[in-house]
């Protein structure tokens, strides 16, 4: 059964730090480029960052660059998204997904986690 299971959201201050975190299990992690999109409430689902399968590979949203880093741990069926300097804007669902190096129509989604930027 294919798992994506994010963890890590919550409620910060803007300009504060979160890191997500998304576990996978159920399929080659390995064989997936990972990604992370975020969905704010009347807005169009987005894409934030991207990295290939073996982890050489990344990109950003302009809206997240220099911000936000998005890693992996092939050994621990991990994609991380680190967040700093937060601002409200980057309020929204966040959700991973995993999308086959080869096979682009093998795609799958976690149920996403909540992040709130706030004072």
């Known amino acids: 059964q294919v798992q994506l299971v994010e963890s890590g959201g919550g409620l910060v201050q803007p300009g504060g730090s979160l890191r997500l975190s998304c576990a996978a299990s159920?399929?080659?992690?390995?064989?997936?480029?990972m990604s992370w999109y975020r969905q704010a409430p009347g807005k169009e689902r987005e894409l934030v960052a991207t990295?290939?399968?073996?982890?050489?590979?990344?990109n950003y949203a302009d809206s997240v660059k220099g911000r936000f880093t998005i890693s992996r741990d092939n050994a621990k069926f991990t994609v991380y998204l680190q967040m700093s300097s937060l601002k409200p804007e980057d309020t929204a669902r966040y959700y991973c997904h995993a999308r086959h190096t080869y096979y682009s129509s093998r795609i799958h989604w976690g149920q996403g986690t909540q992040v709130t930027v706030s004072s």
């Open positions: 990295i290939t399968s073996a982890g050489s590979t990344t």
């Open positions: 159920g399929f080659v992690f390995g064989s997936y480029d």
